[in-house]
């Protein structure tokens, strides 16, 4: 099955109704996709297929052929959005962050915070209580920080 992953052309051979995610953390060994619930409600599974957020957990591999699929290891840690979720401390235990981060990126042009509330509302996190995160977006995206 092939499509393209964090930019480069890839083959894989896992069953194509093997979850995207399962494939990605084991057949590639990206294992910044994280499982948290495991049933499409947490968001920590959260990949961008062809720049749209989709929870990784919910879709079999087949449906990604020919797709661009992007993880977070597409980023290489260079993102802006990756140092200020470390600088307004976004990033707690860690098991939401990527999906938070990727998802984050979908964002369309000028959000306004209710945008970016709205866009991570599928995102859970157990540990920052969301400001941290909201200012990192904010400040990303050039936007008044929340208090
Ligand atoms: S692990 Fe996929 S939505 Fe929770
Ligand atoms: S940092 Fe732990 S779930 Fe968000």
Redesign the pocket.
């Known amino acids: 099955m092939k499509f393209t992953l964090n930019g480069a052309a890839t083959d894989v051979t896992s069953h194509p109704m093997t979850r995207l995610?399962d494939v990605l953390r084991v057949e590639c060994g990206l294992t910044g996709t994280?499982?948290?619930?495991?049933?499409?409600?947490?968001?920590?599974?959260?990949v961008l297929v062809n720049g749209a957020p989709v929870?990784?957990?919910?879709v079999p591999l087949a449906q990604v052929e020919g797709s661009d699929v992007l993880t977070i290891e597409g980023l290489n840690g260079e993102h802006p959005l990756q140092q200020l979720f470390m600088n307004e401390v976004g990033a707690q235990c860690g098991i939401c962050t990527p999906?938070m981060i990727l998802t984050a990126l979908s964002l369309g042009p000028a959000p306004t915070l209710d945008d970016i509330k709205t866009t991570l509302a599928?995102n859970?996190c157990r540990c920052t209580g969301y400001s941290a995160i909201y200012r990192a977006v904010c400040k990303w995206r050039g936007l008044e920080e929340p208090t």
């Open positions: 995610m994280k499982e948290g619930c495991g049933e499409g409600e947490c968001g920590a599974c959260t929870c990784s957990c919910l999906g599928g859970l």
